[in-house]
Each structure stands twice: as structure tokens, then as C-alpha cells.
């Protein structure tokens, strides 16, 4: 969604909200779970040690003999432009922010291409944990800009 720059001007310098919001929210987990009971007998732990401290019970682990990340991206972007109601080919800008030892450079070039966004710049965005917020700021200015 582009919208106009709204922006104020605080100690002199300038801030603005970028004006857009996700229309299609897509996810993909590995198939392998791994529970807590899983981990009793490869370290001295308890199921329930993990969960009271942590809430967690189980967790999913990527088996690359089973399937790849690069799988798991395409399908969570499938599911993003199945949400979203978007045609592929009316898609300007694809950004993979991901950081992976995997594939240290990307896969945002094949999501875009398998996906249909043949019309798509695409580029990958190295950051670790910051990738959501560092991707969506960087879509958000390429939108208000007309950067693609």
C-alpha cells in the first residue's frame, strides 16, 4: 500500500512513518520436531526444566537431507501472495532478509522466479535477527521513493 510522507521535525532533525502495511503474511517451518523428551538423552535436562523456564516444548529443526531453506522460503512466499490476493506479475520488489550459513548469499533471485514475481527486483538483506524490521523499513522507503 504507498501512501504520502507524513513527517515532523524534532531537535531539527526529520521523522517520518513510512505509510505502508503487509497485505500477505507467509510462514514455513521444517517438518522434524524436535520435543524436549528429544533432548533428555543427548543433555542432562528435563522437559519440564526447559519448559518452566522457557515455555517451550518443542522445536523445528531443518534435516537437509529432508528439505532445504530455500524450500521453506518459497513456500512462506507462496503463502504471502496467496494471502495477499496479489498477482505475481504486478510484484516490483522482492527482499529475502535472511542469515543463514547455508546460503550466505541469498535465494531472493529463485523466490522471486519461482513464485512468478518475474517482473521483481529482488535482493537479500544479510540480518540476522534485525531482517524483519531492516527488510520492511527498506521496502517501506523503495515504496514511498518509486524506488523499483
Known sequence: SLGTKKSTTELGATFGSLNCRPI???SAAPKKVVTNVDLESVVETSDEWISTRTGISARRVLVHEEETLSELSIQAAKNALEMSGVDPLSIDL???????????FGDATSI?????????????????????????????NFMQTGGV
Open 112 to 140: 522471486a522466479a519461482t513464485t512468478g514475481c518475474t517482473n521483481a527486483f529482488a535482493f537479500d538483506l544479510t540480518a540476522a535477527c534485525s531482517g524483519f524490521l531492516f527488510s520492511t523499513v527498506t521496502a517501506g
Open 24 to 26: 500477505g503474511i507467509g
Open 94 to 104: 522482492v527482499i529475502c532478509a535472511s542469515s543463514s550459513p547455508d546460503d550466505l
